[in-house]
């Protein structure tokens, strides 16, 4: 087995292949393992033993703490002998349902998928995996490495939970890489939008529908005239505005409605924009609302605040150069959905987050090339011994 290899008196043996099969394991055991949000307790538990087997000193947060879940943030540090700050690499321990009892089947055809019951989990096991396996592909080759930071974050899948409440004090990089993208191996996104998430509740006045209509005041009409003025999907080219759940009224047809409650959301790349955007919104049903002769209340959270790498970061010389060295088609996007680099961001450390061999998330059907694990595994190492 060539990972067994050693070279005579430790001579390094750098550019050897990644080892497929055990890489293959690590995924399938870390999959095996139930993680749902806020449940992350055993995957905290196999990975804080991971990082400490591979040297690291390792910390865990109180972050479940907050959401009554049952574990927190891992986070380790290890010194590395290639001078130069540290770098972040990350991912997030949880998985969305159905997430329980999740297995990893290798197909003839070099694709990992699960029995179809569950997610796979390759959101975020595959970059796990990836980071795992290229720290021990390094500690075979002799350790030469930068100074290394890793985060396991928790409850990503609910609005970045996690790396929300851990304490930044104790990072030292300032330049970070999250597996959590889908998209060939070589992808990574540089931007990412601040998506607000609003509530709005129209007030109207109840009346006997039948006998006295004329005295009660629509709520539902009042929200049925202010969204039909309201600028629905894209509006722009860097904004999406969306109203996704409305209800309103009594289980009755003979009481004119008295409330009507609307939940929406606002994407993007300004977040000056998407504030303004949000109050335009809230004036809107105002104004409709107090035409009727009701009332209109709003409340709103800033679910991620927008970011943008800039060109002259290191990470992006970094990232093109491993692409260029690995021979990988080297593409940098803007995504327009949130990640735990979206909180990274607010504490200074800016970074990419990277396509991680994982597609079709979030369902039933999600997969993993073989070949594109290998290939993400090998720029996790690169990126961490480059110099
Ligand atoms: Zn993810």
């Given at each position: ?18 080892n ?32 400490t ?50 297995k ?5 055809d ?35 490495c ?18 929300a ?36 509740e ?12 004329e ?87 800033i ?76 720029l ?8």
């Amino acid at each position: 087995m060539e990972h067994m290899k050693r070279g005579l008196s430790g001579v390094k043996t750098k550019n050897k292949g990644i080892n497929r099969e055990r890489l293959i394991e690590t995924f399938q055991r870390l999959v095996a393992i139930d993680a749902p949000s806020f449940q992350e307790r055993a995957m905290a538990d196999v990975l804080k033993e991971e990082l400490t087997r591979l040297g690291f000193s390792v910390e865990e947060d109180g972050a479940g703490n907050h959401y009554g879940g049952n574990a927190g943030n891992v986070y380790g540090f290890r010194k590395g002998t290639i001078p130069g700050s540290p770098i972040l690499f990350s991912t997030h321990m949880d998985t969305v349902e159905p997430a329980r009892g999740k297995k990893a089947l290798v197909g003839a055809d070099g694709r990992i998928t699960s029995d179809g019951t569950t997610v796979l989990g390759a959101d975020c096991m595959s970059g796990t995996a990836a980071i795992l396996e290229a720290l021990q592909e390094i500690e075979e080759d002799g350790g030469e490495c930068r100074d290394l930071e890793v985060i396991f974050f928790i409850g990503e899948e609910k609005h970045l939970r996690g790396s929300a409440v851990f304490d930044y004090s104790r990072v030292k990089a300032k330049e970070s890489y999250i597996l959590d993208l889908t998209g060939p191996v070589g992808t990574a996104a540089y931007q990412a939008p601040t998506l607000i998430q609003f509530q709005i509740e129209v007030k109207g006045r109840a009346a006997h529908a039948g006998l006295s209509p004329e005295t009660g005041i629509h709520a539902i009409a009042i929200a049925a005239k202010a969204v039909v003025r309201m600028e629905l999907g894209h509006v722009g080219e860097d904004m999406t505005v969306n109203i996704g759940a409305i209800h309103g009224g009594e289980a009755s047809s003979n009481i004119v409605p008295e409330l009507c409650h609307l939940v929406g959301e606002v994407r993007s790349y300004s977040h000056e924009q998407a504030m303004e955007q949000t109050r335009k919104i809230e004036e809107l049903f105002k104004e409709e609302a107090e035409k009727a002769g009701g009332s209109s209340r709003m409340d709103y959270q800033i679910l991620i605040r927008a970011y943008r790498t800039p060109e002259e970061h290191p990470c992006m010389g970094r990232f093109r150069r491993a692409c260029e060295s690995l021979g990988l088609p080297c593409t940098l996007i803007k995504t327009f959905g949130g990640s735990d680099q979206s909180n990274l961001f607010q504490h200074g450390i800016s970074g990419l987050v990277l396509a991680s061999a994982m597609e079709l998330v979030h369902s039933c059907q999600e997969y993993v090339e073989i070949a594109e694990l290998v290939k993400i595994t090998e720029l996790v190492r690169f990126l961490m011994q480059n110099k």
